[in-house]
């Protein structure tokens, strides 16, 4: 029997290589070691979205460039968040038992009541509790994390804690797997890669578009024209060549310290790295997009699998707290 993995990730529409070379590689890797479930949590972006306008569309335009990129539904679980109501349920049972202060203290939260002081909602405070049931609505014995996110995966583990202590054995405590996910650094040089800050390469790019993209990208601040000496280790064109141009990282390292290569080139260089590495990925997605029915359906068929996995969790958790079974006495 493999470990199950469980990984929920938010609804961002379209990614950019910065999730590749973060989230996605590490996905990819994981689904022939572990029984791995895959979850587009579109419920919890309702906790910061404003309009949900365009959440259909980020749902299937991540899930699109997700099986492109190599997530293989015959491995995998992959589904949507609210495709199996039950992690509503286990939510609103797990909040039972989690007391209000251990939610109060998450620094995540207090750093979003600062960023959306006029939508403090409910949702944010029990963000902690529908992660949690997310993870043991599944059962899910492993999950991967960030060094950043270890103090979330701790209250989950708490919380199931505290469960099986007062109603009995249900859940495994989930445990980390510290993956270290690169900083990729956006095209401004300063953030790193994100939506947010526009700084950001799509995968689905076309060549053009990557081309257009990183010729906008900040440098080596202090190389100022051709003949300048450069610094590589300052230049955020250099710390993508690393993951896109291995083979040659030495020589761009050399030639610019030396002058030996100018930034118009040596962008070129880049986009043409990152234009050639998506090159199967972009054919793929192209043909996966001209049949929006197979993308609905292989997440029909995820949530199917998922909610029979949903369904005798629950009934487990009900037996174990005695709730009264509709139609007994
Ligand atoms: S030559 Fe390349 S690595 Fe050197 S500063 Fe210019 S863009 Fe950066």
Same mark, same amino acid.
């Given at each position: 029997?493999?470990?199950?993995?469980?990984?929920?990730?938010?609804?961002?529409?379209?990614?950019?290589?910065? =999730? +590749?070379?973060?989230?996605?590689?590490?996905?990819?890797?994981?689904?022939?070691?572990?029984?791995?479930?895959?979850?587009? %949590?579109?419920?919890?972006?309702?906790?910061?979205?404003?309009?949900?306008?365009?959440?259909?569309?980020?749902?299937?335009?991540?899930?699109?460039?997700?099986?492109?990129?190599?997530?293989?539904?015959?491995?995998?679980?992959?589904?949507?968040?609210?495709?199996?109501?039950?992690?509503?349920?286990?939510?609103?049972?797990?909040? *039972?038992? !989690?007391?209000?202060?251990?939610?109060?203290?998450?620094? !995540?939260?207090?750093?979003?009541?600062?960023?959306?002081?006029?939508?403090?909602?409910?949702?944010? %405070?029990? +963000?902690?509790?529908? *992660?949690?049931?997310?993870?043991?609505?599944?059962?899910?014995?492993?999950?991967? %994390?960030?060094?950043?996110?270890?103090?979330?995966?701790?209250?989950?583990?708490?919380?199931?804690?505290?469960?099986?202590?007062? +109603?009995?054995?249900?859940?495994?405590?989930?445990?980390?797997?510290?993956?270290?996910?690169?900083?990729?650094?956006?095209?401004?040089?300063?953030?790193?890669?994100?939506?947010?800050? =526009? =700084?950001?390469?799509?995968?689905?790019?076309?060549?053009?578009?990557? *081309?257009?993209?990183?010729?906008?990208?900040?440098?080596?601040?202090?190389?100022?024209?051709?003949?300048?000496?450069?610094?590589?280790?300052?230049?955020?064109?250099?710390?993508?060549?690393?993951?896109?141009?291995?083979?040659? %990282?030495?020589?761009?390292?050399?030639?610019?310290?030396?002058?030996?290569?100018?930034?118009?080139?040596?962008?070129?260089?880049?986009?043409?790295?990152?234009?050639?590495?998506?090159?199967?990925?972009?054919?793929?997605?192209?043909?996966?997009?001209?049949?929006?029915?197979?993308?609905?359906?292989?997440?029909?068929?995820?949530?199917?699998?998922?909610?029979?996995?949903?369904?005798?969790?629950?009934?487990?958790?009900?037996?174990?707290?005695?709730?009264?079974?509709?139609?007994?006495?």
């Amino acid at each position: 029997m493999l470990k199950r993995v469980f990984s929920g990730f938010r609804p961002t529409g379209k990614q950019h290589i910065g =999730n +590749y070379l973060g989230a996605i590689q590490n996905c990819i890797s994981l689904q022939d070691e572990y029984d791995c479930i895959y979850c587009v %949590v579109d419920i919890h972006a309702l906790t910061t979205l404003e309009s949900t306008e365009r959440l259909q569309g980020d749902v299937y335009e991540m899930v699109l460039d997700w099986l492109a990129a190599g997530i293989d539904p015959q491995k995998n679980i992959l589904f949507v968040q609210s495709h199996v109501p039950q992690v509503m349920e286990l939510h609103t049972l797990f909040s *039972m038992v !989690t007391p209000l202060s251990w939610l109060l203290r998450v620094p !995540t939260f207090k750093e979003k009541v600062k960023a959306q002081p006029h939508n403090v909602n409910y949702g944010l %405070v029990g +963000y902690p509790v529908l *992660m949690t049931a997310d993870i043991a609505l599944y059962k899910g014995e492993i999950v991967p %994390v960030g060094e950043d996110q270890l103090p979330h995966l701790e209250l989950a583990r708490e919380i199931v804690r505290r469960f099986n202590s007062i +109603y009995g054995f249900v859940f495994p405590e989930p445990q980390a797997k510290l993956t270290s996910f690169p900083l990729i650094p956006g095209l401004d040089g300063v953030q790193k890669m994100s939506k947010s800050y =526009n =700084n950001y390469i799509e995968m689905a790019a076309p060549p053009e578009e990557i *081309m257009e993209r990183v010729m906008t990208a900040f440098t080596d601040p202090a190389r100022q024209y051709r003949s300048d000496q450069g610094h590589p280790d300052m230049c955020n064109i250099f710390r993508l060549h690393k993951f896109f141009t291995p083979t040659r %990282v030495e020589e761009i390292d050399s030639e610019c310290r030396h002058a030996g290569i100018g930034c118009v080139d040596c962008k070129k260089m880049l986009a043409q790295s990152i234009s050639l590495t998506f090159e199967p990925f972009r054919e793929k997605r192209a043909i996966l997009a001209s049949k929006p029915n197979y993308i609905t359906g292989i997440l029909a068929e995820g949530a199917s699998r998922a909610e029979a996995i949903a369904k005798e969790t629950i009934k487990e958790v009900k037996d174990k707290m005695r709730l009264l079974k509709r139609g007994k006495v």
